[in-house]
Each structure stands twice: as C-alpha cells, then as structure tokens.
C-alpha cells in the first residue's frame, strides 16, 4: 500500500517545505490505527509520528496506570494468601523432615 499524498498547507519542519512535497516519500510519514483515549474514538490518520508523539505519550501513561493497578492488586492478593499457605507448607515440609529422620525433636 502507498502512503497518500499529505493536505497542502503545512510546511515540513525537516525539509522546510511544503508537506503535499515530500512527506508521501518521508519515512517518518505513518499510519496510526486504535483509540484515542481521551476521546474513545477510532483513530485512522496518516500524519508524521512527531505529531503523534503527545497523542501516544498520553496513551503510554494510561497503559502505565493500567499496569500499576494490576501489580498492586495482584500484590495485595499474594500478601493476603500467601501467610497462611507459607505457614501449612512450612508445617508439612517439618512433618515429612521428622518422619524421614532429617529433624530430631
């Protein structure tokens, strides 16, 4: 597939010209495809990725958010399970060790 010839009117600020000119051939010209999410709405543009980059700094944090919630919930989880599970298998590894004579007392 061939990029699209860019809306006249802009002026590249890397090849100081107009970007109907030379952004179909730029290799910083691309296609982004998702959700905006500020927005919720579809995204389908072809622009240059520096104009992208707030759009996906924005969505990098939200996935960072997402993440450190995930984390915090599954570290609640572990520390509200894992006491007492620590504490049966510390109790059966003991009972083993005493029954195979590897612990006196």
């Not at 809306?7 to 890397?14: K, L, N, R």
């Not at 970007?19 to 389908?44: A, F, I």
């Not at 984390?71 to 989880?77: I, T």
């Amino acid at each position: 597939m061939s990029k699209p010839i860019a809306t006249s009117g802009e002026v590249c600020p890397f090849h100081r010209c107009d970007v109907r000119k030379v952004c179909h051939r730029c290799p910083l010209y691309v296609q982004v495809r998702g959700v905006d999410m500020n927005t919720g709405k579809e995204v389908d543009h072809w622009g240059c990725s520096f104009s992208f980059l707030p759009m996906m700094l924005i969505e990098n944090t939200g996935q960072q958010r997402q993440t450190g919630a995930a984390v915090e919930s599954l570290r609640n989880e572990v520390v509200r399970n894992a006491p007492p599970r620590a504490i049966g298998l510390a109790l059966e590894v003991d009972k083993l060790g005493r029954s195979r004579g590897y612990i006196e007392g």
